[in-house]
C-alpha cells in the first residue's frame, strides 16, 4: 500500500446524520467536492457537497445518482439502485471504475 504524507491524504472527510427537517446529509467542507471527468469529456462525476452525486454519461444527464462518503483519499459511492463502488484520489487525479476522472477547472 502507499503512504501519503500530505495533510489532504489523512483528512478524514465525515458526514453527519440527515436532518431530520431536510433529509439531506451535512458533510464537512472538502477538497473533492466538484465536477471530474474523464479524458474524452464522455463521463462526468458531480461530488455535491451534500453526500451526493450525480453522474452523466454521454447525452444522458443524471445517468446515475446516490450518496458518497471519502475516508482519506478513499471514496465509496452507493447508487440509488443499489449499486456500490469505490475509487482513490491519487495525485489529484481519481481512480474509478477502472476509468481516471481529472478536476474540472
Given at each position: 500500500m502507499r503512504a501519503f504524507t500530505t495533510p489532504l491524504a489523512a483528512t478524514l472527510i465525515a458526514f453527519a446524520a440527515p436532518d431530520k427537517g431536510t433529509g439531506v446529509a451535512a458533510?464537512?467542507?472538502?477538497?473533492?467536492?466538484?465536477?471530474?471527468?474523464t479524458e474524452d469529456g464522455r463521463i462526468r462525476q458531480e461530488l455535491l457537497p451534500n453526500g451526493r452525486y450525480d453522474e452523466?454519461?454521454?447525452?444522458?444527464?443524471?445517468?446515475?445518482?446516490?450518496?458518497?462518503?471519502?475516508?482519506?483519499?478513499?471514496i465509496d459511492y452507493w447508487d440509488d439502485t443499489g449499486f456500490?463502488?469505490?475509487?482513490?484520489?491519487?495525485?489529484g487525479v481519481l481512480h474509478h471504475g477502472g476509468m481516471i476522472f481529472y478536476r474540472e477547472r
Open positions: 458533510q464537512a467542507t472538502h477538497p473533492y467536492v466538484g465536477m471530474w471527468v452523466a454519461r454521454g447525452t444522458r444527464k443524471s445517468a446515475y445518482q446516490g450518496r458518497y462518503v471519502v475516508t482519506g483519499n478513499h456500490t463502488a469505490d475509487g482513490e484520489f491519487i495525485d
